[in-house]
């Protein structure tokens, strides 16, 4: 059975650092493509950063290029979200996904992935 489970989440103040953790069980995460999204309250989701395998491609909006950043540990079946510099703006909650690994034009669309963890909460604020 395919499950996710992320961690890492909390209150953190602006400017601080935080870095996720989606574990997988059932499968081996490098044969897969993985997704981070977000949701705020209010809003839709949002593609925050995604890793395509095999090639390890990865994917970030424009908008948090250069404060987030994805790896993929092999041997731990993990991949990792590190966030920089958060905003009060970044304050959602945060999803794994994953799927078989797809073209880069999908690799950024929430509905390609049909494997979800369960979120964690973000919390920016001072």
């Known amino acids: 059975q395919v499950q996710l489970v992320e961690s890492g989440g909390g209150l953190v103040q602006p400017g601080g650092s935080l870095r996720f953790s989606c574990a997988a069980s059932?499968?081996?995460?490098?044969?897969?493509?993985i997704g981070w999204f977000r949701q705020a309250p209010g809003k839709g989701r949002e593609t925050v950063s995604c890793?395509?395998?095999?090639?390890?491609?990865?994917y970030y909006p424009d908008s948090l290029r250069g404060r987030f950043t994805i790896s993929r540990d092999a041997a731990k079946n993990t991949v990792y979200l590190q966030m920089n510099s958060l905003k009060p703006e970044d304050t959602a909650v945060y999803y794994c996904?994953?799927?078989?690994?797809?073209?880069?034009?999908?690799?950024?669309?929430?509905?390609?992935?049909?494997?979800w963890g369960q979120g964690t909460q973000v919390t920016v604020s001072s």
């Open positions: 890793i395509n395998s095999p090639d390890g491609t990865k």
């Open positions: 059932g499968f081996t995460l490098d044969y897969y493509a």
């Open positions: 996904a994953a799927d078989a690994s797809m073209i880069l034009s999908s690799l950024r669309q929430a509905y390609q992935y049909d494997h």
